[in-house]
Structures are given as C-alpha cells and as structure tokens.
C-alpha cells in the first residue's frame, strides 16, 4: 500500500488560479506562492461581507490514542464527498506545526485518498506563517531584555516577565533556561523559557483577529509582566512593540488557499494547539469559507472535550459563528484501545473490549448534543481489520443515544468513500435550526468557568486550585471574569492523567497555574503536567524525513 506521501506526490494538481476560479475568486484576489498555493488577499475578504453565511459543519473526535482516529483525514474527505454531491464546499484547517511533524506524527495534512496538497510544502514551512509568528513574538522578548538594559523606565519587574520566548520546535531543553549571561553587557541576568510557537499568544491573536486594526490593537494589550512595587501590568504597547509586531505579520494574517487530492478548494490559516491554545483554524479563514460557499468544513483539534469545547466556548463566541452540525471521529481500533487492549493486538476482534471502550465515545456524543445543543453524527474510519461484530455492536450502541452512525472509507476510496457520511450531514443541518449552547455564561467568574468545563465535560468530581492559582484568579476576576477559560491539559484522557482510558467520572482536576492572554482574550487554566514546550520522542518522526538529489522528499507520512 503507498504511503501518504506517495500518494501525495503522485496527485494532478491544478493550478491555484483556477483552483481558485472555480470558488469564486478572481485572479487579482491571489498573492500566489508557486504554482499550488497563495494568498486571498484581505481587501478581497471584506468586499464578500454583504454575502450571505454558508453551514459550517465541525468536525471533532474521541479522546486520542496512539491507534490514530483520523480526524483531519474525515475533514478533508467530507469535504470533498460534499462537493461530490453538488454542494458548493469549502475546507478549512489549521497548519501543521514542525514540533510534532518532527516529533509524532511526521505530517499533518490528512492521508490516503483524502488528503491536502501540496503536502510537502503544508508539512514544511509552507507560506512562512509560522516563522512569521514567532519572529513577532521574539521581537517582543528582546524589546523587553532591552528595555530593561537601557534603564528600565517602565520599571519592569525581572522577577514578574511573563513572556516567554519561542521556537517552532518541540525541544524540552528549552523550557527554563537564563538570559543574560557574560556580564553586563549582555543584558540582565535572569531566568527565561521557551514555549512552543503554537503556544504562543500572538498565534492565538492571530487566529482571532477580525482585521489588522484588530490585530494590532490585540498585540498592543499582550501582559509582558509586571512593575517594581505596585505590580500594575506592563503592555506590549508600553514598549511600543505592537506596530512592528503588526508589521511582521502582515502577510501571515492573510488565510492560505490550496486543494485537495480531487481539486477541491481548501484554506489552511493558523494553527494554535488545542490542549494548550485554543485549537482552531483563524477566524478570517472560516469567515472567508462561509462567504465563498454553501458548506464550510473544519476541525477542532485532539478530542471534542478540548478542541470542540473551545471551538464553541472561544472562537464561536468571539466571532459570533453558529456551527450547524457536528460530525465525532472515531475508529473500532481506538475504542478497543479505551477499552484497555494494547496497541499491538488491536487488530484482532475484542468485543469486550470494545464494549467497554465505547464509553469514550458516548461521553463525547453526549457533551455535543447535551451540553453544546448541536446534532451529531459518528463517523467511523474503516479499517480492514475492523469485523462486521464489532461494527454491528458500535452502530447500536450509538444509535440507542440517537445518533446518526456512518462507516466512512474516505482513507481508502476518497470522496466516493464519504458519500454516505456527506448525505448524513446535509439532512442534519437541514433538520436542525436551533443554535448552540455555551457550557457556561460570560457573567461566571473564572473558577466556575472553569468549574463548569470540569465537571460537565470532563466528569471532574471537583475542581482543586493551587493557593497561587486562586489568589490570582481572585485578583483578574475584576477586570477580566468576562474572559471565556482556555483549558490546557492532557489530550489523552478526560481527566488530567494521559494514562487513564475510557470515561472516567468523579476524579479531582487540579489546576496547577493560570495565564492571563489579554490580548488573545482569554484565562489558560494549566492542568496537571501540561507542557507548554513538547518534548521529542526516543524515536523522533525527524529521523525518516529525508530529501534525494532530485529534491524528492520521503518519511513524511
């Protein structure tokens, strides 16, 4: 069977230009880079703003495991099986970041017959978006270092930096590091870190930001730290960072279009993770799709109690979007592995396993239609392995909630395999008029928000916050109780422990730190060990990736 990536570099590619034309958007709207990606400039965005709103359709999933769900995968499928059937549809994804294409997964634009292209170009630098943002984030950091080393006029406080430096990278030698060294010259000695790009405040604003004037003013209202004495907060503006830091993202704000394996238009924008972040594609690019087509497509990263909670509890209300239905990935062998069965003998038929693994999934399916109010319907990745007992048994138990349930053979079959799945999606969002519901109210103050996500979502018994967290949630419910909470735990498991399976109900979640994102507009609640910085496995994805003499690129999966 070829890879990925074979199958990747064997696509017919069209042109973007008319990739492009075939969506709608004229030549002189494009800042192409090559002949298979570009810009949609943002002048052309704001003239589609009297256009009516196409349906946007989530797509979510189970709690990950190492067996893979296929989440982006399905995205992509779907979306090509929805214009298979004469709807007019666009996808919209996040970009891979290099940290876990170097680490994990080894790439990240879906895979088999239902993937995005060019998949080289996505999985490696792409349009530089990324650089982009961490060149404006490190900016910053050495505004500060600088500010501080000609005389500290705004009387930072060293001790209270609250701004971390970054790397596209996972390299957990960087977490805590000291700046400064080799006497005076070189700065004040102090300590310091690195997060993850993706983890940074400025991809969040980036991802939210509804126009440069919005971007910029966002930049300007970053917390850097806090001064000497009073600890008032010190601003990115203070530092009259904001405007060059607009400057260098004046083209990585603008959303990305590419295709699919079948020609079909997709935007890539953005890519904050989701058990950091809040693990959606930008704003402008799902606003652009749902002017430019009558079904727009999108993920929400790692399982629907991270990504799609935040999908709705941050970015639907900051941008005022109304997802029309959800679809929850998931496959027989991931269930199996909630269930308790070890990686290496999912392929074999385990009915009891399965039977108890489900619980996984019928967790996420009632968070989506109970507490967000959106219907659903499951989706299930076909493997070879998967037995007509299993299927059968997973189909009822879904179904006796009231789900729609369809096997999807995207992977395999491309658009044709998702054909079901399309006309399952259609006649949900036509069915269905209601809007979604948020797990909690703006006027909450911060620990019942992030009370309320615990335990109806998570199944959290209660809520324990370390003495550190709490005075400071104390303090910020004044000015900013009305910020929406950014969860950052593990993606493996509803509770904050990644080697608990299933559904657990009744544990403690305890909430180790809490950050303030007021430019982003958002409160991150760090839960048990929760890195900000990954770290790269013994086996590190990086050590197949290769490049021939020819420029051909290998190892990507």
Not at 154 to 165: G, S, T
Not at 459 to 485: C, I, M, S
Not at 500 to 516: F, K, M
């Amino acid at each position: 069977m070829p890879s990925d990536l074979d199958i990747a570099q064997r696509a017919t590619m069209q042109r973007i230009t008319r990739v492009a034309e075939r969506i709608g958007i004229p030549e002189d709207a494009l800042e192409p880079y090559g002949h298979y990606k570009a810009k949609i400039s943002l002048e052309y965005l704001d003239s589609l703003k009297g256009r009516h709103d196409g349906k946007l359709i989530l797509v979510t999933a189970i709690s990950p495991t190492p067996a893979g769900e296929g989440k982006t995968t399905t995205t992509v499928g779907l979306g090509d099986a929805l214009n298979r059937i004469g709807k007019k549809t666009m996808i919209c994804l996040r970009e891979p970041s290099l940290g876990p294409v170097f680490g994990v997964k080894g790439g990240a634009a879906g895979g088999g017959h239902a993937q995005i292209v060019p998949m080289e170009d996505i999985n490696l630098h792409f349009t530089g978006d990324f650089h982009a943002i961490a060149a404006a984030h490190n900016l910053l950091s050495a505004l500060i270092d600088n500010h501080i080393h000609h005389g500290n006029a705004l009387r930072i406080d060293p001790r209270l930096i609250a701004w971390k430096r970054v790397v596209d990278m996972n390299d957990r030698a960087l977490r805590r590091i000291v700046v400064g060294m080799g006497g005076t010259a070189n700065g004040f000695l102090r300590e310091d870190g690195y997060d993850i790009v993706v983890a940074s405040e400025v991809m969040a604003i980036l991802c939210l930001a509804l126009s440069r004037h919005d971007l910029k003013e966002r930049l300007g209202r970053i917390i850097i730290g806090y001064t000497q004495v009073e600890r008032r907060p010190v601003y990115a503006r203070d530092l009259k960072a904001h405007g060059a830091m607009a400057a260098l993202l004046k083209d990585a704000i603008k959303p990305n279009l590419v295709q699919t394996l079948e020609n079909n238009p997709a935007i890539i924008h953005g890519g904050p993770f989701a058990n950091i972040a809040h693990g959606c594609n930008s704003v402008t690019a799902t606003k652009a799709g749902l002017k430019l087509a009558d079904y727009v497509v999108t993920e929400a990263g790692f399982g629907a109690d991270l990504g799609a909670e935040k999908f709705i509890d941050i970015k639907c209300r900051m941008a005022g979007l109304h997802p029309a239905a959800v679809v929850l990935v998931a496959t027989v062998r991931a269930l199996k592995f909630h269930g308790g069965v070890k990686k290496e003998d999912l392929s074999h038929e385990n009915l009891a396993a399965l039977d108890q693994g489900i619980v996984n999934i019928e967790r996420h399916l009632r968070n989506i239609t109970e507490h967000f109010g959106l219907p659903c319907v499951v989706s299930v990745n076909h493997f070879t392995a998967d037995t007509d007992a299993e299927i059968a048994l997973l189909k009822g138990r879904i179904e006796a909630l009231g789900a729609r349930f369809v096997v999807a053979r995207h992977w395999a079959e491309g658009s044709r395999g998702a054909e079901a799945l399309a006309r399952t999606v259609v006649e949900l969002t036509e069915n269905f008029h209601g809007r979604h519901q948020f797990v909690y109210p703006d006027s909450d103050t911060l620990q019942a928000k992030i009370t309320a996500v615990a335990t109806k979502i998570y199944g959290a018994g209660q809520v324990t916050f370390t003495e550190a967290a709490r005075k400071q949630l104390d303090e910020w419910n004044a000015d900013y109780g009305h910020f929406p909470v950014c969860m950052a735990k593990t993606q493996m498991s509803f509770s904050a422990d990644p080697s608990v399976r299933g559904a657990p109900s009744g544990h403690t979640l305890n909430v180790r730190e809490v950050r303030l994102a007021n430019g982003a507009g958002f409160v991150v609640a760090v839960c048990g060990d929760m890195m900000t910085m990954p770290g790269l496995p013994a086996v590190p994805a990086a050590e197949r990736i290769d490049i021939d003499d020819d420029g051909r690129v290998s190892g990507l999966f």
